[in-house]
């Protein structure tokens, strides 16, 4: 389906996951410095606070991965409702399909002909 209606260069540019991925390492350094320095500030010993400062790292990725993978969901959502049917999609969410179609516009992506112009 997505290569029929020229889609594929739009998968391919897809930085969605990239950059929800680096959402959740950054939610997992902060987890993780948290944890580390709640070891220090209550004198826990410099183990403890490794320890901490690893479960918190590991945590928040796990836990920021799960919620991310939601997200990302969504976004393959959008791709797919706006590939098989732009019409309906237009009629249940307007402005968003006016920002898809001005931006896709762009690589010559006509969503009502389903054919692209040139990339």
Same mark, same amino acid.
């Given at each position: ?6 889609? %594929? ?8 996951? %990239?950059?929800?991925?680096?959402? *959740?390492?950054?939610?997992?350094? $902060? ?15 410099? %183990?403890? *606070? ?11 990725? $796990? ?14 959502? =959008?791709? =797919? ?14 402005? $968003? ?19 692209? %112009?040139?990339?």
């Amino acid at each position: 389906m997505f290569k029929r209606r020229g889609f %594929t260069a739009i998968i391919n540019d897809d930085l969605a996951e %990239t950059a929800l991925t680096m959402v *959740s390492l950054v939610i997992a350094l $902060l987890t993780g410095v948290v944890g580390y320095l709640y070891g220090l500030i209550f004198r826990l010993g410099s %183990t403890w *606070s490794i320890i901490l400062g690893v479960v918190g790292f590991v945590g928040g990725l $796990l836990l920021s991965l799960v919620i991310m993978s939601v997200l990302d969901a969504g976004v393959a959502t =959008v791709f =797919v409702v706006f590939a098989e049917d732009p019409e309906a999609f237009a009629q249940a969410h307007p402005t $968003l399909y006016g920002e898809l179609v001005q931006a896709w516009a762009k690589i010559g992506y006509d969503p009502i002909r389903r054919n692209v %112009t040139r990339i």
